[in-house]
């Protein structure tokens, strides 16, 4: 028998800056563990087993992902959902609650997800705009980097375009849209007066690769981008990595 029969499927948001990440790391902020402190406290105890959708890494933040919570005992979260938001501040927000049958695998039910990196190249870059967006200096022009973005559509071998860490072997991802496109998104008085958006939608992303893949975009040419997914696993000189602040998963589309 399940030591933990009753399962329940949230929406999530969180602002990331604050957070060392989705992942628990001891004596640090994270995702994860704001909110397993938070339910325990609601719940009153600690009998429950919670599960992301994604593992973002630190200062990425999200508007729409998914929360799974297993449980012992039956709970109707609906009356219980503005005292969970109630008490992880605004940075974090549960958005709505289904119960979810107990085989409903989150991480394999992911189908695909949508980031949007927001940046400016502004020389007049207000400090409080940096909260949204990250401040770049000498990248290519729109239409060049529009260019560099379609290149990415399609499977390839991303070795070249990503952190490579323990034992992984398949580098094969495949993405099914890349532009980049000038955007209002986070207006306020301190914006600056131009803001770009590199929207990136896929089935799936390796470690890094999305802020790898935003640097080859400013400052890449097509054929340095061409050469190194084609050629993946040439000697390549690392690709840095563009700054996590103004990086947000967007959306995540379930299976069911």
Not at 12 to 39: C, D, H
């Amino acid at each position: 028998m399940l030591s933990r029969p009753f399962s329940y499927l949230f929406s999530i948001s969180y602002y990331g800056a604050r957070f060392k990440g989705w992942a628990k790391q001891k004596g640090l902020p994270t995702v994860e563990g704001k909110l397993e402190r938070v339910v325990r406290f609601v719940l009153g105890h600690e009998d429950f087993r919670l599960i992301g959708s994604s593992r973002t890494d630190s200062g990425v933040s999200c508007r729409q992902g998914f929360v799974q919570i297993f449980l012992r005992e039956e709970v109707d979260f609906e009356p219980i959902l503005a005292a969970l938001n109630l008490n992880l501040n605004g940075e974090i927000r549960f958005n709505s609650v289904r119960p979810i049958p107990r085989d409903f695998n989150l991480i394999h039910s992911v189908k695909q997800k949508t980031y949007r990196y927001f940046f400016s190249d502004s020389e007049s870059f207000h400090p409080f705009a940096s909260a949204f967006l990250t401040s770049v200096s000498q990248i290519n022009s729109l239409e060049q980097m529009q260019e560099n973005a379609s290149l990415f559509v399609g499977k390839h071998d991303f070795r070249a375009f990503c952190r490579i860490s323990g034992n992984k072997i398949d580098f094969t991802r495949e993405i099914l849209e890349a532009k980049v496109f000038e955007t209002e998104a986070f207006s306020t008085e301190f914006s600056p007066e131009k803001t770009y958006c590199f929207e990136v939608t896929g089935t799936g992303f390796l470690y890094h690769q999305v802020r790898k893949m935003v640097h080859a975009i400013w400052y890449f040419s097509p054929e340095q981008i061409k050469e190194r997914l084609e050629n993946p696993n040439a000697e390549w000189e690392a690709v840095p990595t563009a700054s996590a602040n103004g990086l947000v998963l967007w959306e995540t589309v379930l299976e069911h």
